[in-house]
């Protein structure tokens, strides 16, 4: 039973990089079976990029152009005027100034509903696992049983309780939905990584006269990076990506961009754009395109961690 | 410097009584040694000790305080485990004096102390690096500093070698012998290596099943073992046993097979197993038994020859060049004032 190394995987020590391949293996032979992966491969990330293509060239052209047809055709006469219009100029309902009142508020909301349920999950998965409490086991259970239970279900005791309130359509109102929502999984994902952590770690602590918060901050936070980064991808992408909650509970002054660009391209008056359209879906996209490129493995670390929940 | 004392105490973990009414006193200055298979609870003890688990009934008391119930920081005690525990994203300096930071010691204090520590252990040129960056030994090191700089009364092991390999063990065995001969502190030290526990130990106290068998100094447990437990679990080779009879003059008797002398202090007329240790068996041309060697174990310096005669394998060491192969019927004597009698039922000393 040898315990190597008490240091959990912190982000230098533990890339999911591949390890080093023997020499021999080095040299690779085209076989049928290759060419075969490597043209499934291809036509699997064709079939994924195609409509990306689709939405850049259209978003580029004028509608003049657009009505001629040929989608996958590159843009005659190249232009940024969508752009510009979807930015700041469409009409997302009453007011035509473009999804960018979208995108702040969508940063407003994304914001505190990412730190706050990490630092709230963190806190539980380390009471959970290291304090455990009397019915830690039973308040976990309960805590799970929540992840099961579809959101829409929640919506309409949740519309009373926030009325009651006298918070509902509020930027508090969404944020605390968020949080609502992105507990059970935020304390399950640190619950597991703290489980992990030796027992005697925590120990050490006490006998050091660490209380439970100096504990959780200068012990257990600090090592809790991945973790942490795996949870702020979650917590990002599923609320940026959040629609139905923005909807209800977001109140008109503070729309996401998400239920912007619904109305942005549902409009059922005027002529569709759909160069303007295109560049909308594009801008309210970025955010999550953005994190899936520039956090790699840890994204895949948490689709992972994300298969867990059900 | 402190005592420790514990007075019936009980420990039930998830409904199984781990501890079971025991007492134990451990004087001040005692490099004390907790031995036991996996499982006896010894581990437990150390853990209650420190605070780290609830006792049910009983009390603690450490330097004369009770402290049945205080917090583990309270006890002035230090700890180190065997999985090092120590904290990883600090330096090696901060993990030592992160204690002495939580209590508000002054800056010049905790300086003064971490570089008395560092000086002892030979931490002085890691002092800036990060528990991954350190070989195992130098990890356990540091756990040891982080203790020592408590100067805490009393210092509790759990099992802090296993982790290491065999070389270094003997090695941060020998600098913890004599670091507690340096520093003269109460020292409690659970461990199931018994090489470990025969040389630190000032006592051992040898447990099974929550409860003690026996306790003792090293010399003590090995050569007057409580029990056959006790026997069996000391000594490697571990001690043949053979089941015979004391007569009326105190006799051993086992089917004309094996027979002692009388012995003044020897029980007589009734059952009892001879416990014989492999040192006290000698192969020599002049033995009054014969037996049929099986195994010929060479260890460099010595050679453990394994004899067969009747039912009983005993083991003998053999400090000499002599050559012999299984199937040998070899000469060999028992030394009767050295060996073990056992009641044959409850398995204690007679």
Redo the contacts between chains.
Sequence with gaps: M??E????P?PA?APVAAPARPARRARRRWTPARIGLYVFLLGAALFFLLPLYVMIVTSMKSMDEIRQGGIFALPLAPTLQPWRLAWSGVCTGAACDGVRTGFWNSVAITVPSTILPILLGAVNGYALSFWRPRGANVLFGILMAGAFVPVQVMIYPLVRVMALAGIFGSLPAIVLVHLVFGMPVMTLLFRNYYCNV?H??F????????GFW?IFL??ML??SLPVVVVAAIMQVTGVWNDYILGLVFAGRDNMPMMVQLNNVINTTTGVRQYNVNMAATILTALVPLALYFFSGRWFVRGIAAGAVKG | MANVSLRKLNIVLGGKPIIRDLDLCVEPGEFLVLLGPSGCGKSTLLHSIAGLVDTDSGAIEIGGRDMTDADPSERGIGMVFQSYALYPTMTVEDNMSFGLRIAGTPKAEIRRRVDRAAAMLQLDALLRRKPAQLSGGQRQRVAIGRALVREAQVFLFDEPLSNLDAKLRAELRRELKLLHQTLGSTMIYVTHDQVEAMTLASRIVVMQGGEIQQIGTPLDVYERPANRFVAGFLGAPPMAFVDGMLDAQGRFEDDGLYWLPAHDARPAGRPAVLGIRPEYVEIHAGGDLVGEVTLVEPMGNHQVVWLRRGRAALASLVHDARRFAPGDRVAFSIDATRVSLFDPVSGNRL
Excluded: F
């Design positions: 040898k315990m190394s008490i240091v959990p912190l020590a030796p005697e770690l120990q050490a602590a006490r006998i050091d006269g660490g100096r200068q012990v600090p090592m």
